[in-house]
């Protein structure tokens, strides 16, 4: 069968039209009165071939029922194992080989670069025999020795000459500008030019050189790899330049966890450096010296998003678990995560999956870990207090009994904080906050200082505690301090094997 390109139809007419069609074409093997199948959504129409006019025209014996463009069609040529079915393939034979004889001819008789049509309908371009010759006169052939052309381009060194094995390149003069090859005395591999006096060597021992100047390889000084590993020890003693990472170890800061880095030599005594803790985000950057603190490093941590935060009003503080406490609910940081609030009584709220406050210093102590916020003339909005709670413990609040399930939660206290102010501030104060009035027989009234109040629309309170080791952060950590380990460790493997190989390669 036949079912080459598309075919596109007139309805109630039997001409119709072929796209990517080649009916005409002997070795197609369609021919008249041949069984025309086209497909018409799930119907097909049955027709026959009553002649051929071009590649891609025919009528058809009956007027085709519909308007079709671009159908799918099928012509069947013959029936499969039938005498016609014989008579179609030997006659593709005959005219494929009567093809093949032509294009032989031309290839063969022809010059420069023919152009073919292969029975299948593909055209191609093909070089000739006299072309292929003529292209290859004046190559060298295997018998090596010199050759000439384009005013002595090139030179091939010639057996018995006490020159090393080389290939040279020639200017008009004769003079070799350039040379590819071995020496006389050794087996590093050069390319040269002699007008720059300059080389490019790959010596017997697998270095790479410009001149006498090493070239960086791939996964020297840590480029373009994930090594070398690099100790405490090391960062302190090495004076080369290099990329690091670290997997992890016994010692006193940032640089025994996980992460990477890049080393710097200032001199032969002075070292600096930063690095990347992969587990946290966070930024460091050291300093040693061998000649004055036995190469001890001196770190700093760099402070950036990933370890401050900004409180309620703005200014940037070191970070840690921090819980933003607003209104009605609470907003903590990656490390907090998980803590939930219960609002007990208005100004009362009960923070829960915590260990009490945080005891760092740069909050101030513990009484520092709470931040309030501050309004109109930056003056502060509430007076904070604050309760941490003891499982079995009854804790009494405003007339209610809080009994917590686990120890530390912290139940925080927000009262209206009054300042002596010209009345006209006082005015605007109030627009902003209506939460420090509240209706005393149908009227708006001041709070009195102390009172409970909620904490303002748009405002919060900052309280930095301290997490349970099960917290969903520290959990991730260890997670990701064992998957970095069980990394480091696979690196390490691979490093060695390939280490191993090379070795192997070397002998």
Known sequence: MYNIGTVTTTANSPKITGTGTRWKDNTTLVSVGQIVLIENGSNLLINSIY????????????????????????????MIDSISDGVNKATAQVIASEVYTEILNQWMTA???????????????????????????????????????????????????????????????GYRRGLVGYGNTTDDFAISNTRSGITFK??????????????????????????????????????????????GGAGNDAFTSHGAGAAIAYSTTIRCGYFVKLTSNELYTYTSRDDTNAGALKIAKVYSEANTTKDSNGNLKAASPIIRVFADHVDPNEEAEGVT????????????GVLGLHSDASWGGINGGITIPCGINQLPLVYALYDVLEKGKQHPFDGRIVEPDEDGDIVLYTTYRKHDLPQNIQYERFKLYPEFL????????ELTPGEPCDIPVGHW?????????NSIYNQKQAEAERLAKIEAERLAQEEAKRAAEEVERAE
């Open 51 to 78: 002649s051929i006019e071009s590649n891609t025209a025919l009528t058809l014996a009956f007027p085709v029922s519909a308007k079709l463009t671009n159908a799918k069609y099928i012509i069947l040529t013959t």
């Open 202 to 247: 790959l010596t017997a021992d697998g270095k790479a050189l410009i001149g006498s100047a090493e070239i960086i390889k791939s996964g020297d000084f840590g480029l373009g790899s994930i090594s070398p590993v690099i100790d405490n020890t090391a960062l302190t003693k090495t004076t080369t330049n290099t990329f690091f990472r670290q997997g």
């Open 111 to 173: 010059q420069g670069t023919i152009d073919v049509e292969l029975p299948t309908g593909q055209k191609i371009k093909l070089r000739t025999v006299a072309e292929m010759d003529k292209q290859l006169d004046g190559k060298l052939d295997k018998a090596g020795g010199q050759i000439t052309k384009n005013d002595q381009a090139l030179a091939i060194k010639v057996a018995g000459e006490s020159q090393a094995n080389y290939i040279g390149f020639l200017d008009a003069s």
């Open 438 to 445: 509240k209706e005393v027989d149908g009227e708006k009234v």
């Open 461 to 469: 309170v900052d309280v930095r505690v301290n997490m349970p080791s």
């Open 341 to 352: 609030l219960k609002k007990l009584h208005t100004g009362i709220y009960q923070l829960h």
